[in-house]
């Protein structure tokens, strides 16, 4: 069973950033895909941004140009760095991955984007 853990979460104000990771239990070579979704307080669930194994990234329009996608092979990681953070950024931050027809979650961390 793999296991993903997030971590990086906290409270930063507006304007400020914040680096998410997310760390496997197995190499994320094996992954098609490792993205970053986010829910807000009575919201659903949506995607934020993907990488693929090859590389490829993609981000919902909100982001772009603000948060960066980036994986680690050695340390099995991929990274979220979110930069010029808004208080609409609020929410649980949860890393998503693919395996397969397989699909694992991690526990979520939380960002709060407040003054």
């Known amino acids: 069973q793999v296991q993903l853990v997030e971590s990086g979460g906290g409270l930063v104000q507006p304007g400020g950033s914040l680096r998410l990771s997310c760390a496997a239990s197995?190499?994320?070579?094996?992954?098609?895909?490792v993205a970053w979704y986010r829910q807000a307080p009575g919201k659903q669930r949506d995607l934020v941004a993907i990488?693929?194994?090859?590389?490829?990234?993609n981000y919902v329009d909100s982001v772009k140009g603000r948060f960066t996608i980036s994986r680690d092979n050695a340390k099995n990681t991929v990274y979220l760095q979110m930069n010029s953070l808004k208080p609409e950024d609020t929410a649980v931050y949860y890393c998503?991955?693919?395996?397969?027809?397989?699909?694992?979650w991690g526990q979520g961390t939380q960002v709060t984007v407040s003054s």
């Open positions: 990488i693929t194994s090859g590389d490829s990234t």
């Open positions: 197995e190499s994320i070579f094996s992954f098609n895909t």
């Open positions: 998503n991955a693919l395996q397969g027809w397989r699909i694992y």
